[in-house]
C-alpha cells in the first residue's frame, strides 16, 4: 500500500513552502530543504516539556592527573602568551554527513579527552602575571576550557540542532561533566572570542598569541583578527610564530608519560584480538573475490568492539597486492599458496593506537622460499632491535635494518652493486625492493610528533619513555623485471611496537607472534578455533 496523503499533510506542505526561502537561498541552507520541520509554537512548547533528564556519567577521567604536567611543560616554553589549542569541527563527508569526529591530538594530548563528543571545544593557556597566587608554585599559565554547553532536553536545540542536541546525539559532556572529567575550568564556547582577543598587543606586557592554526580554520580566524587588529600585522610572521607551537607540542609527545605507555599496551592488546579474528576467518575467505575485504571487515569490527576505531587504514593485501605500499583497497583475492601481508592497528577510546604487520601464509605453511624471504626480513628487525639501544638513534635502526636487507639482497644475486655500494648514500639500490621508511614515533598518531624538528627525530637519540615501531619489509612487486620471476609479487612486513625503557627496548607487542613456527602454529590454532 502506498502512503495516504491527506488533506491536512498538503495544507502543512504548503504552509512549508509559504515559508520557503526562494531562489536566493544560500547554497549552504539547501540542506535543510530535504525534510518538512515542524516550526509551530505548539510543536517547540510541546518539544521541550515531558522529558526525564539524562545525566552523562561524570568521573574524572584517568588521564586528568597527567594533564597538570602536560601543560606546565608547556606553558613554560611560551611565558606571557596566550596559546589557543583547538579541537576542531566535525568534518563533512557530503552536505549534511560528517565523519566521525576525532580532536585534533595536540588537543587531546593536552586535555586528556578522546572520543567524539568535544568538537568545537577550545582549550586556551592564558598567562598570569607575577604577582597572581597561581605563580608563586611555579605556574605560568591559567587553563580554561571553552566548550559548547549541554543541548539538554530544557533548551530548543535539544531537538533542533543535529549537531549538539542531545534528541539527535544522545547525552553530551558539557561544561560541569568536561570540568569534572579533566579537572580543567570550563566556560561557555561563546565567549572564546573575548578571551582570545583580551589583552592583545604588541607593547610591553601586553598579551601575544598562539594558536595550533590548523585544528579550526574559525579559530585561526579569530585568532588572526586579534592579532591583526593589535600590532601583528603580518600573517607570515603569525603563522610562523604558530607553527613553534605545533613544533613544541609535537615534540613534547616524543617521551611518553606512564598513563599513554598503558594505553599503548591496551592498544597493541586489543589488535592482537583483531588479527585473530583476521586468522579465524582466513580459511572461509581463500580462493573468495574481494576476500581481503573479508578480512577488513573481521579486523575493523574488533577495532569498534575493543577501541574506538583503527588508528589508519587497514591494509589487508594478498599475493601481488602484497609488494603495493600502501594498498587500502583491498578488493583482492586472499589466494591459496600466497603471502598474506597485513598492516592494521586498534585505536583505543583514549586515541592511542597500535601500528602492527604480520605477514602469514594463506594455507598456513610457509614454503621454502617463502621462509628464506621471511627470516630475512626477520633478522632486519631484530638487527634494527639491537641497534636501538637508549642513546642510539633513530638512524643507526635505519641503517642496522637496511644492511641486512642489502647483504641477501646480494646473497641472491638481486642487488646490481656490492652490498657497500649500495649501502652508500651515492648507490641505495637496495631502496628499490623496500622504499619506505623503517621506524617512527607512535602513539596518539600512527605517525606521530610528525612535526617535530629532524634533530629531535630522525638525528636525536632514543630516549626512555619513547615509543616506536621497527617495521623492515620486502616488496617484490609483480611488474619488476628485475627479479626472477619466482620473487614477483611477494610482499612481506613485519612490524612491533617497541618501548624503549631504561635497561634497553622492549617489543610491546611480543604477545603477537612473528617467529616462523609460532606464526603456522597461530594459524592452525585460530583456524580450529573457527570450527569448534
Ligand atoms: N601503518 C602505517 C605504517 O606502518 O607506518
Ligand atoms: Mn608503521
Ligand atoms: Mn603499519
Not at 2 to 10: A, F, P
Not at 338 to 361: C, H, K, M, N, Q
Amino acid at each position: 500500500m502506498g502512503d495516504v496523503v491527506t488533506d491536512k499533510d498538503k495544507e502543512y506542505e504548503a504552509q512549508e513552502a509559504s515559508q520557503a526561502p526562494g531562489a536566493d537561498q544560500p547554497m549552504h541552507d539547501r540542506t535543510n530543504n530535504r525534510t518538512l520541520r515542524p516550526r509551530s509554537d505548539a510543536f517547540r512548547e510541546f518539544m521541550t516539556t515531558g522529558w526525564d533528564n539524562q545525566e552523562p556519567d561524570i568521573k574524572p577521567l584517568e588521564s586528568s592527573t597527567y594533564i597538570p604536567a602536560r601543560l606546565e611543560a608547556l606553558g613554560s616554553q611560551f611565558p606571557g602568551e596566550r596559546l589557543v589549542i583547538p579541537a576542531g569541527q566535525p568534518k563533512v563527508r557530503n552536505n549534511d554527513d560528517d565523519y566521525a569526529f576525532r580532536p585534533d591530538s595536540v588537543f587531546s594530548y593536552y586535555t586528556g579527552l578522546g572520543q567524539d563528543y568535544e568538537a568545537g571545544a577550545v582549550l586556551v593557556l592564558n598567562p598570569i602575571s607575577a604577582d597572581d597566587p597561581e605563580a608563586k608554585s611555579g605556574a605560568t599559565h591559567h587553563a580554561e576550557l571553552f566548550v559548547p554547553p549541554r543541548a539538554d532536553n530544557s533548551t530548543e536545540d535539544y531537538y533542533a540542532n543535529a549537531h549538539y542536541g542531545e534528541y539527535w546525539v544522545g547525552p553530551r559532556a558539557g561544561l560541569k561533566e568536561l570540568h569534572a572529567m579533566t579537572g580543567l575550568e570550563t566556560h561557555d564556547i561563546a565567549q572564546l572570542a573575548d578571551a582570545i582577543g583580551k589583552d592583545v598587543g604588541a607593547e610591553a606586557g601586553a598579551v601575544r598569541v598562539r594558536a595550533i592554526r590548523q585544528a579550526d580554520p574559525e579559530v585561526t580566524g579569530m585568532v588572526e583578527a586579534a592579532r591583526q587588529a593589535n600590532g601583528f600585522a603580518d600573517p607570515g610572521d603569525n603563522a610562523a610564530e604558530d607553527d613553534k607551537l605545533l613544533e613544541y607540542a609535537s615534540e613534547a609527545r616524543l617521551v611518553k608519560d606512564s598513563f599513554e605507555i598503558n594505553e599503548m599496551r591496551k592498544a597493541i592488546a586489543a589488535t592482537k584480538k583483531g588479527f585473530d579474528r583476521i586468522l579465524a576467518r582466513l580459511p572461509e575467505a581463500v580462493g573468495k573475490p574481494r576476500s581481503e575485504r573479508m578480512l577488513e571487515g573481521a579486523f575493523n569490527a574488533v577495532a569498534r568492539e575493543e577501541g574506538n576505531t583503527v588508528g589508519y587504514d587497514t591494509i589487508i593485501a594478498s599475493g601481488k597486492d602484497a609488494p603495493i605500499l600502501h594498498w587500502m583497497r583491498n578488493t583482492g583475492v586472499v589466494g591459496d599458496g600466497e603471502l598474506l601481508l597485513i598492516d592494521a592497528g586498534v585505536e583505543v577510546e583514549s586515541l592511542y593506537t597500535a601500528d602492527i604487520s604480520r605477514t602469514f601464509p594463506v594455507n598456513g605453511t610457509f614454503t621454502p622460499l617463502q621462509r628464506k624471504l621471511y627470516q630475512t626480513v626477520l633478522d632486519s628487525q631484530q638487527a634494527g632491535f639491537e641497534a636501538a639501544q637508549p642513546g642510539a638513534t633513530y638512524s643507526d635502526i635505519h641503517h642496522a635494518c637496511m644492511r641486512v636487507i642489502a647483504e641477501r639482497l646480494h646473497d641472491w644475486g638481486i642487488l646490481p652493486v656490492d652490498v657497500e655500494e649500495s649501502l652508500s648514500p651515492e648507490g641505495q639500490q637496495h631502496r628499490r625492493w623496500i622504499a619506505c621508511g623503517v621506524a617512527h614515533h607512535l602513539g596518539l598518531d600512527v605517525h606521530d610528533c610528525a612535526q617535530a624538528r629532524y634533530e629531535s627525530y630522525q638525528g636525536a637519540k632514543i630516549t626512555p619513555g619513547m615509543i616506536f615501531t621497527i617495521e623492515p619489509g620486502l616488496y617484490f612487486a609483480q611488474n619488476d623485471l628485475l627479479l626472477p620471476p619466482e620473487l614477483r609479487g611477494i610482499g612481506i612486513r613485519i612490524e612491533d611496537d617497541v618501548l624503549m625503557t631504561e635497561h634497553g627496548p622492549e617489543w610491546l607487542s611480543a604477545g603477537i607472534p612473528k617467529q616462523i613456527e609460532d606464526v603456522e602454529q597461530w594459524i592452525q590454532q585460530q583456524s580450529s578455533a573457527r570450527t569448534r
